[in-house]
């Protein structure tokens, strides 16, 4: 389906619909011309679902970190990162730079996040991008991005109804959407086999944003500035006149249960590595314990 919200320039209908077209057409493997040395031939030609499926238990037994963006990532010490399976989503990718080094996969999904930063997102370099497959009109794809299928319908019926909430154990095939990105980066570091899984940056604090305002979609304004900042690990994340997304925090809650209950069923564990954190799904851990 076409997913672009009312601010995508109408301009860009056409090139945005052409990019979704392509990625849809590349999704699965296609007859194509392959360079072999110098000349030309017809072969079948990898879509994204076979470059996903060559990814399943690539970190078997490893283990990586999935970064969400709150207030807590500022407490620790990112070195000690640089050499780790890292999984980062949205606009972790402004701190790359500061870091010194960027994360090993970088996770897009949520339309309004993707628009804010879909002139940033083509020239990141360094991680290997994903985004779901209806994300892709947004922004031009370079060689390093992959799209994914995830369920996106009117009606929602994998999302707000009976099969709510579920996890894929197969990222080439489908991806479950969680009310949160951190429940699609939990579902890539299954794929991967990583175990275990030290989650950062989950503070899982919205203030009084769920108070004031009902789950949703909202525009920053000078009046609702000051709920937002103080939700991420710049307050610069979001600037006014930007769309963010007021949370589901029962369904986030459930989506995190459903994604501990699978890495159980597989004797693989996740823990909750944040310094800060109001989430009590995953057993919690001490992040400096984890570097010797």
């Given at each position: 389906?076409?997913a672009?919200?009312?601010?995508?320039?109408?301009?860009?209908?056409?090139?945005?619909?052409?990019?979704?077209?392509l990625?849809?057409?590349?999704?699965?493997?296609?007859?194509?011309?392959?360079w072999?040395?110098k000349?030309p031939?017809?072969?079948i030609?990898?879509g994204?679902?076979?470059?996903?499926?060559?990814?399943r238990n690539?970190c078997?037994?490893?283990?990586?970190f999935?970064i969400a963006?709150?207030?807590?990532?500022?407490?620790?010490d990112?070195?000690?990162?640089?050499?780790e399976?890292t999984?980062?989503?949205?606009?972790?990718y402004?701190q790359?730079s500061?870091?010194?080094?960027?994360t090993?996969?970088?996770?897009?999904?949520?339309?309004?996040?993707?628009?804010?930063?879909r002139?940033?997102?083509?020239s990141v370099q360094?991680?290997?991008?994903?985004a779901?497959?209806y994300n892709?009109?947004?922004?031009?794809?370079?060689s390093k991005?992959?799209?994914?299928n995830?369920?996106r319908m009117r009606?929602?019926?994998?999302?707000?109804?009976?099969?709510?909430?579920?996890?894929?154990t197969?990222f080439a095939a489908?991806?479950?959407?969680?009310?949160?990105i951190?429940?699609?980066?939990?579902?890539?570091?299954?794929?991967?086999?990583c175990?275990?899984v030290?989650?950062?940056?989950?503070?899982?604090?919205?203030?009084?944003?769920?108070?004031?305002?009902?789950?949703?979609k909202?525009?920053?304004?000078?009046?609702n500035?000051?709920?937002?900042?103080?939700?991420?690990?710049?307050?610069?994340?979001y600037?006014?006149?930007?769309?963010i997304?007021?949370p589901?925090?029962?369904?986030?809650?459930?989506a995190?249960t459903?994604?501990r209950?699978?890495?159980?069923?597989?004797?693989?564990c996740i823990?909750?590595a944040?310094?800060?954190?109001?989430?009590d799904?995953f057993?919690?851990?001490?992040?400096?314990s984890?570097?010797?």
């Open positions: 389906m076409i672009w919200t009312p601010n995508f320039p109408k301009w860009q209908y056409p090139i945005g619909y052409g990019r979704l077209l990625a849809r057409h590349r999704f699965f493997d296609r007859i194509g011309i392959l072999d040395k000349w031939r017809i072969g030609k990898s994204y679902q076979a470059r996903l499926a060559f990814m690539k078997k037994g490893r283990r990586c999935v963006n709150g207030p807590s990532l500022k407490d620790i990112h070195r000690k990162l640089r050499k399976i999984i980062g989503c949205n606009g972790i402004k790359f500061e870091w010194g080094f960027h090993s996969y970088l996770l897009f999904e949520d339309i309004e996040q993707l628009e804010l930063r002139h940033d997102v083509g360094g991680p290997v991008k994903m779901a497959i892709a009109y947004a922004f031009k794809a370079d991005t992959i799209f994914f995830a369920p009606g929602q019926l994998y999302y707000w109804k009976d099969l709510y909430p579920q996890f894929s197969d489908i991806v479950h959407l969680g009310s949160t951190t429940h699609i980066m939990l579902q890539l570091a299954y794929h991967l086999g175990d275990p030290y989650i950062i940056g989950l503070d899982h604090d919205y203030g009084d944003l769920p108070r004031l305002f009902p789950p949703g909202i525009t920053i304004t000078e009046e500035l000051k709920l937002v900042r103080g939700l991420h690990f710049s307050d610069k994340y600037k006014i006149g930007d769309q997304g007021v589901f925090v029962k369904e986030q809650e459930q995190y459903r994604a209950e699978i890495f159980e069923a597989d004797n693989r823990y909750n944040s310094t800060h954190t109001k989430l799904v057993e919690r851990c001490d992040f400096e984890l570097f010797g």
